[in-house]
């Protein structure tokens, strides 16, 4: 695990609780009755997904996530699915939806473009806290070829140099802006940057983008591209380790016999990683100049609530088999986040 940011991890981690108690409320009291009104209004609520949690297969924890906005809001909900992260994270900045489910640097970028986005809530970690809530990012190639990425024994990036690779959208924390920054770092010596790991360069001449993490994953797996980023926990519906530990460099998974698409043609292919960097989690984002204070209040009350934490069709049991939006090996739930804690990922860009 990269000692870098298990640091950068474990200080951000520190000041968490502290700024969980420190939150305050800017808004005057015009800008609040405007958000009233809005409230009053019989506006459907809008929800828009990235495109990995777009598919089929997770539409019951879609509309598990309905049930808690109608009921949080009185409002119906519709659900915009995209197949682009930048329709995701333009329409949450713009108002166009009052709710979104997006990675870290997305919602970075949302914040930038407009400060009306706030986080709502992340998913914690198994402890059901923030000093677990990580995901991982993932850097995997087809198992036959694993060996080619060894130098004395262990995976390299220097092995990677002159092979092709597939990232998931410039947008995404796990499957471009993390892997991009480690990249960056091993190559020093290249000067390279985010610009130029966005098209063919000094270290991968042929760069493709998935538009999603399952959709990187599938570029690796049908062999259009030699190695490919993206994040465990989107792949991990349609996968199951064979050897190794689980999110460690060596691991080696299979695509299961069941698998749905986009990986429904590729059942029993095998793919190693050979680098792994944790992330902060992923959050629930919301635009508060089109939602009234007290909904916020309420959308997040009902999202910390015990009983969402036990809603299977959000955090599915780990060992049930079952596909959700979610995981549950122990005590995952929501929590409250604020602003600062997405720092670390912030920090990246500079």
């Known amino acids: ?25 800017n808004d005057e009291k015009g800008a609040g009755e405007t958000k009233k009104a809005k409230a009053d209004s019989d506006e459907p609520l809008t929800m828009v997904w990235y495109p990995n949690e777009s598919g089929s297969d997770l539409a019951p924890s879609r509309d598990a996530f309905s049930a808690i906005f109608e009921k949080a809001t009185g409002r119906k909900v519709e659900h915009k699915l995209t197949t682009d992260y930048a329709i995701a994270i333009e329409s949450i900045a713009n108002g166009n939806a009052h709710i979104a489910f997006m990675g870290a640097q ?16 992340v998913p ?43 990232f998931v959208s410039a947008s995404s924390t796990s499957g471009f802006k993390v892997p991009a920054s480690s990249i960056i770092s091993h190559f020093s ?3 390279l940057t985010e610009e130029a790991l966005m098209e063919g360069n000094e270290v991968y001449p042929d760069v493709l983008f998935g538009d999603s993490h399952q959709g990187s994953a599938v570029n690796m797996l049908m062999e259009r591209s030699d190695i490919a980023a993206f994040c465990n926990t989107c792949v991990e519906a349609y996968v199951e380790i064979v050897d190794g530990e689980k999110n460690t460099p060596g691991a080696v998974y299979k695509v299961k016999d069941d698998a749905a698409a986009p990986f429904n043609t590729l059942a029993g292919k095998e793919f190693v990683l050979i680098q792994v960097t944790p992330v902060l989690n992923a959050p629930f984002v919301v635009n508060t100049s089109v939602l009234a204070e007290d909904e ?6 009902l ?5 969402t934490a036990n809603n299977t069709s959000i955090f599915v049991p ?21 602003d600062a804690w997405f720092n670390p990922i912030r920090e990246l860009s500079k």
Request: proline share 2%.
């Open 1 to 25: 695990m990269n000692k870098r940011w298990l640091s950068i991890l474990m200080g951000i981690m520190l000041s968490v609780l502290f700024l969980a108690a420190c939150g305050s409320s």
């Open 106 to 121: 997305g919602y970075i970028e949302a914040k930038e473009k407009s400060a009306d986005v706030e986080p709502l809530v």
């Open 124 to 166: 914690s970690g198994e402890s059901g806290t923030l000093d677990d809530a990580i995901y991982y990012s993932l850097l995997a190639v087809p198992k036959d070829k694993a060996e080619q990425y060894k130098i004395n024994g262990d995976f390299s990036l220097d092995a990677t140099e002159g092979k092709s690779i597939s």
């Open 189 to 191: 010596d290249k000067n």
């Open 296 to 301: 916020v209040q309420t959308l997040k009350e």
């Open 303 to 307: 999202l910390i609530s015990d009983e």
């Open 318 to 338: 780990e060992d049930s088999g079952g596909s959700a939006l979610f995981y549950k090996a122990a005590d995952e739930r929501f929590l409250e986040v604020e």
